[in-house]
């Protein structure tokens, strides 16, 4: 049984997959309450498919790109259930998780993932027809990016301007997540997060000595 789940965007997704198909998903989007969603989460998929939290035998985790705080939540959970339960973590990007689900949907020319960055930017990134990223996460200004091609993502709706031509899905599917990982249709990675920029929070600097 795989466990995915993805704090990356404002929705908390989590699904089981059985190595063959999703049998219990579920989300909430609330950009502020990851910390207090995701465990809820969890436990609803567990009850829902009737399976223990021991019979967990591997993790999936989006790895962003991501706000510092939720995109935190995701990964120490998973890290902390892969250690207590002695079994492997995926991590996959969340913008890949997002490409393969439009290309499942339909999209079948190249795109753009786009999601939101705070500080009117977004991150994103460039897909061939098939959903194979042609390059490294980034985040910009929508302006620099724009585009009149299809956008997946919630950046070509924040930004229309910038992105007219928006396609979904808008957010992540940890369903999508559970599949990319057991088919390994993206790059796997480790747990480790993609912030592309510094946190808000920054150390003080040296104090000038009084003289």
Known sequence: MLLAFDTATPA???????????????????????????????????????????????????????????LRVGLVTARTLALALQIPVYGVCTLDILAVQAVDEGLDTPFLVATDARRKEVYWAAYDGRGARLDAPQV?????VATHGPVV??????YPEAFPHPVQPALPDAGVLAGVVVEERAELLDPDPLYLRRPDIAAPATPKRVS
Not at 140 to 144: G, H
Request: net charge neutral.
């Open 153 to 158: 993502g919630a950046g070509a709706v924040l």
């Open 12 to 70: 908390v997704t989590v699904a089981l997959h059985d190595g063959d198909r999703v049998v219990a998903s579920h989300r909430t989007v609330d950009a502020r309450r990851h910390g207090e969603l995701l465990a809820p989460g969890i436990t609803a998929v567990l009850n829902q498919a009737g399976v223990p939290r021991q019979d967990v035998t591997a993790v999936a985790v989006g790895v962003g790109p991501g706000p510092f705080t939720g």
């Open 140 to 144: 910009s200004r929508p302006a620099d």
